[in-house]
């Protein structure tokens, strides 16, 4: 029998996200991926590219910026599985950008969210 131990602290809302993360220790390189939840500690990416723990980035989506640090990145088959902690949120006007809000609302109630 094989058993698995779900060791999150927070539960997490699915997502499917274009996102773009920006090094800000090297604002040259843009990471493309995908974002995949929400939770209360942070968000969960899907990225081609490792990222380093507590490296500073800061994450477009939409019409949106995110600031925050890498706290874990682990192989998976093709891709690196991402772990950020979100710090700031610079909300957009759009449509994407009021539903970014709620989801972040639910799920990150201690986050600053302000509107650009």
């Known amino acids: 029998m094989v058993c ?45 590219s490792e990222l380093v723990a507590d490296e500073i980035v800061r994450l477009e989506a939409a019409d949106c910026t995110l600031f925050g640090h890498v706290v874990h990145c682990t192989w998976q088959p093709n891709a690196f599985r991402t772990g950020i902690e979100v710090e700031r949120v610079l909300l957009g006007n759009t449509d994407l950008a009021d539903l970014l809000r709620v989801a972040l609302q639910d799920t990150m109630p201690w986050a600053t969210l302000s509107t650009r």
């Not at 604002?27 to 995908?34: E, L, S």
Request: hydrophobic fraction near 40%; proline fraction near 2%; charge should be negative.
């Open 4 to 48: 698995s131990v779900d060791r999150r602290l927070h539960n997490r809302a699915l997502a499917d996200l274009d996102i773009e993360v920006v090094r800000l220790t090297n604002k040259d390189q843009i990471v493309a991926g995908r974002l995949e939840d929400i939770s209360e500690s942070g968000m969960c990416l899907i990225l081609p």
